[in-house]
């Protein structure tokens, strides 16, 4: 299964990749040649399906429980001051996704979006520690009656150029459910309450809509 977002993306590969082969079969004559170019073709082709896969994830929903967003590896725990929504201290998880990840965001909890802003801005890498405030990124803040409200924010990377995000304000959304896409490389940030129970660790690898990160 392949994420909307990408259907464009892989119909053009798919011509692209289909007439670049019949071009090589008959225009190059030399047999490594003909089959080494045909190959890069093929993996060009196979990253392109592979970056734009949305696996189907079976969420256990819980109130009290904070999904990962993404798929990823943790990069960031820490305490920060959030200075765009809150203005006060929450506990920071960031998940870096390369491009081999699953890169289709996911809403952490359920509940009604308060908050959902668009900010342009710059393609430092996705791990750099002015990414979160520097570069493009949607500011996206969901409340739960039972816990409160939760920050996660969508930030490109030096290859991401397209945000993707579905949620708007009022929307009431499921926990698990499909939030948006970003497009090549890129992190995403979530904003905590102090007394948040983390239940991951730096360098942990996540999955996107299964696996707690965090408890309140």
Do not use: C
């Not at 459910?177 to 995403?188: C, E, L, M, Q, T």
Request: proline share 4%; net charge positive.
């Amino acid at each position: 299964m392949f994420h909307k977002e990408g259907y464009k993306i892989i119909l053009f590969a798919t011509f692209f990749v289909g007439l670049g082969i019949i071009a090589i079969e008959n225009f190059v004559s030399i047999f490594w040649v003909n089959k080494a170019l045909a190959a890069i073709l093929l993996i060009f082709y196979i990253i392109i399906l592979q970056f734009f896969r949305n696996p189907k994830r079976n969420t256990v929903q819980n109130n009290h429980h904070i999904m990962a967003p993404v798929d990823g590896k943790v990069v960031v725990i820490e305490e920060v001051f959030e200075k765009e929504y809150f203005k006060d201290k929450r506990l920071q998880v960031s998940i870096f996704m390369s491009p081999l990840n699953v890169h289709v965001t996911r809403y952490p909890i359920s509940g009604k979006v308060n908050f959902s802003k668009y900010h342009p801005g710059k393609y430092l890498v996705a791990w750099h520690p002015k990414a979160s405030e520097e570069n493009e990124r949607t500011t996206i803040v969901v409340e739960n009656p039972e816990i409160g409200e939760i920050l996660y924010r969508q930030i490109a990377g030096a290859l991401a150029k397209r945000i993707v995000n579905y949620a708007k304000p009022s929307m009431e959304v499921i926990q698990g459910s499909d939030a948006g896409f970003i497009k090549f490389g890129s992190r995403v940030d979530l904003f905590l309450p102090l007394n948040t129970n983390i239940n991951v660790q730096l360098n942990d690898k996540v999955k996107g809509g299964e696996q707690i990160i965090a408890t309140l």
